[in-house]
């Protein structure tokens, strides 16, 4: 019962939140939240540094993945500090990934990929548990099992991925290509239904300089659909069907982001199939080995209150918001915009 509600509960949320995404945050207004001034100006203006709805939106799904984590990773019995390590150890070489692997693909410096860092965390994640197991385990007395934690992570990296795409509509990143030009079966199928950015500093209009102009809504049917994988992954996950939960998640996420962007018009490198794309079929067989290789491993019964129960507590409830306030300030302030303020009295008000 206790499943059942909380699977419900997740889907109402997540139309709610798909629904205000896709609608509003093409919107020039959605993109920057505050500036915040930094030095004045001969002119007597100040120049600012902006905070965007990206990085707030992408602390969001952080933190979503990070608490999905640390459920179903309770659910099988690892403790939350067990957990908390896991997830700390990924991060600290994931998150930094993301921007080191689009400036080896791209060749720039002020922007991030998803993709480079999830590849680096399918290749590293089995290492990191077994030093972690072999360290922290062992002077903590917890042990991770791999293939559950593979599986939990897939998941979580499925919720997490779906819903930072708000984060790409909201920056104008990662957009698809024009639907006026594409193929007629795209064209019945999209025309009506693309998403339609404004706003000089999305980066669809300066990189492409298509603002206004409806494209694939590609976003969207990537958190769709990695949503509704994760959903699926994660009842299968608290059946006990860990291998088979990280199969549907990983190769779902994977081929998509690999086949997703023949439908996308943003720069992803040079060649016929770009290192993205490459990288996601590799992480698809990686994660078919990986499979085979510990399908011996023992998996143990997954009990969703326990890992709810793990969830509520002070020091977990601190780090979830110690963690979203770090994504929030690394991701969020932006280097590829600018802002000039100046400040006035109302007399009128004195």
């Known amino acids: 019962m206790i499943a059942a509600v909380t699977v419900l509960s997740s889907v109402m949320v997540l139309i709610i939140y798909f629904w205000w995404g896709f609608r509003y945050l093409p919107g020039e207004k959605w993109q920057i939240i505050a500036s ?18 990206y990085g707030l939106l992408t602390a969001n799904a952080y933190m979503v993945a990070v608490a999905v984590l640390l459920v179903l990773m309770g659910a099988v019995g690892v403790p939350p500090m067990g957990t908390a390590i896991l997830a700390a150890a990924l991060l600290c070489c994931c998150v930094p990934a993301s921007r080191l692997v689009a400036r080896v693909v791209e060749k720039k410096a002020h922007t991030f990929t998803v993709g480079g860092a999830v590849f680096v965390g399918i290749i590293i994640t089995p290492v990191v548990i077994i030093f972690i197991n072999k360290t922290a385990g062992e002077i903590m007395a917890f042990h991770i099992p791999i293939m559950s934690a ?24 990662c957009y698809g290509k024009q639907v006026s030009t594409s193929s007629d079966l795209l064209k019945r199928l999209f025309s009506g239904r693309g998403f339609v950015f404004s706003g000089a500093t999305k980066k669809i209009s300066y990189a492409a300089g298509l603002e206004a102009t409806e494209v694939i809504p590609i976003q969207g049917i990537t958190a769709i659909l990695y949503s509704v994988c994760g959903i699926i992954a994660a009842a299968m996950f608290l059946s006990s069907h860990h291998t088979g939960a990280f199969l549907l998640a990983t190769i779902t996420t994977q081929g998509w982001r690999s086949f997703s962007e023949t439908l996308r018009a ?44 793990s969830l509520w507590c002070p020091e977990l409830i601190l780090f979830l918001q110690g963690l979203w306030l770090i994504i929030f300030l690394y991701t969020g302030r932006s280097t590829v915009t600018g802002s000039t303020l100046t400040f006035h009295v109302h007399h009128d008000r004195v």
């Not at 030095?39 to 905070?51: I, P």
């Open 36 to 53: 915040i001034p930094v030095f004045k100006t001969e002119q007597g203006e100040w120049s600012g540094v902006n905070l965007t709805w």
């Open 150 to 173: 593979y599986a939990a992570i897939a998941i979580a990296y499925a919720f997490g991925e779906g819903l930072g795409r708000m984060a790409c509509i909201s920056f104008g990143c």
């Open 266 to 309: 943003d720069y992803r490198g040079e060649g016929t199939l770009s290192a993205y794309q490459i990288m996601g079929m590799v992480g698809v067989f990686y994660a078919m080995a990986a499979a085979y290789l510990l399908a011996g491993e023992p998996v143990g019964l997954s009990d969703l209150i326990a890992g709810l129960h």
